[in-house]
């Protein structure tokens, strides 16, 4: 479970160490993991935002997608470059990293779409149904043991989620929500997907290929959809895949100095930054639902990472030296 939620604000993992191979970790270390990955949060966040400015400027989806993808693929060749070098890049699973990059694709659609239906603040909410979804399709697909405790989490989560969007009163548009909640399903499935890829490929490897592989349909929707701008929209556009690059290197070292279970916590906040750039930009605060809501399924996800974390402990414990 600890990798179908390790990304929620971002399509694109990192491959997480085994139990047999995890590095043993220092308290420095530790805080270390955890300040990167409050970075890599509020630049998601700013990322969101972002968006929403451009597509307020003009931008459409076809472009912020592309922007995204273009600029953190030439950011992550030149960290290729000068470091590991391109041989690095060779993989025997190409098959995969196509799969991968096809949900990728849907799960990224969904997730930039939610943040231009609904509220930064709503749309960060809904993401975090992130390992709600994760044990459902961990019990689907993987055909993975799910107990009494982590099915009642489920519940619990989904109560909240039916306190934030409130069908029927017109609270939030419902066209929005259900793009929010699909965006999630599918953040948890391409988690699935990369705990197989994962096996063999690295980090970058794997990011590497869901960027260069996504780049031409997106080039084409691109394409199709060329618009003029201003310098300013431009600039902002650029900003999206430089700041979601950048955020999604963070997101990698993160989990390479703290345990992942350690980490995660800190992805809740980014509803504060949600909130704070949906006030200072666009003047938008969250509804009483959301208010209500939000802490419910934040509680249930933090209650899915921690009996997942138990449920390990005796693994854990059995192959420690």
Same mark, same amino acid.
């Given at each position: 479970m600890d990798q179908r939620i390790l990304?929620?604000?971002?399509?694109?993992?990192?491959a997480l160490p085994s139990v047999e191979t995890a590095p043993h970790y220092t308290p420095d270390r530790v805080l270390l993991g955890l300040a990167l990955r409050l970075l890599a949060v509020a630049g998601l966040a700013t990322m969101s935002a972002l968006i929403k400015l451009a597509e307020n400027r003009g931008a459409n989806l076809a472009e912020t997608m592309f922007f995204r993808q273009a600029f953190a693929a030439?950011?992550?060749?030149?960290?290729?470059?000068t470091g590991p070098g391109l041989a690095s890049l060779r993989t025997q699973r190409f098959g995969a990293h196509v799969r991968r990059t096809a949900v990728g694709l849907v799960g990224m659609i969904t997730t930039f &779409? *939610?943040?231009?239906? +609904?509220?930064? @603040?709503?749309?960060t909410t809904l993401q975090f149904t992130v390992p709600i979804f994760g044990t459902l399709l961990g019990a689907l697909i993987l055909g993975e043991q799910v107990g009494i405790h982590r099915w009642a989490a489920v519940v619990v989560g989904f109560i909240g989620v039916l306190i934030v969007t409130q069908p029927g009163t017109g609270a939030l548009p419902?066209? &929005? *929500?259900?793009?929010? +909640?699909?965006? @999630?399903?599918?953040?948890?499935?391409?988690?699935?997907?990369?705990?197989?890829?994962?096996?063999?490929?690295?980090?970058?490897?794997?990011?590497?290929?869901?960027?260069?592989l996504s780049i031409p349909p997106l080039g084409?929707?691109?394409?199709?959809?060329?618009?003029?701008?201003?310098?300013?929209?431009?600039?902002?556009?650029? &900003?999206?895949?430089?700041?979601?690059?950048? @955020?999604q290197l963070a997101l990698t070292a993160a989990v390479r100095h703290a345990p992942v279970s350690t980490v995660i916590p800190m992805d809740y906040s980014s509803l504060f930054w949600g909130t704070l750039y949906g006030w200072l930009l666009f003047g938008t605060l969250p509804g009483w639902g959301t208010v209500l809501g939000a802490p419910i399924i934040v509680a249930s996800g933090l209650y899915i990472v921690w009996r997942e974390q138990v449920r390990r402990r005796p693994v854990t414990e059995a192959v420690s030296p």
């Open positions: 990304w929620r604000h971002s399509i694109e993992a990192p030439m950011l992550i060749l030149g960290i290729v470059v &779409g *939610a943040v231009l239906l +609904l509220p930064l @603040a709503d749309a419902l066209g &929005g *929500a259900a793009v929010g +909640l699909v965006a @999630a399903m599918f953040v948890a499935l391409v988690a699935i997907l990369l705990r197989q890829i994962g096996r063999t490929e690295s980090a970058l490897t794997t990011v590497f290929w869901f960027s260069a084409i929707a691109y394409a199709l959809n060329l618009q003029q701008h201003d310098a300013l929209t431009w600039a902002i556009l650029a &900003g999206v895949g430089l700041i979601g690059g950048l @955020a």
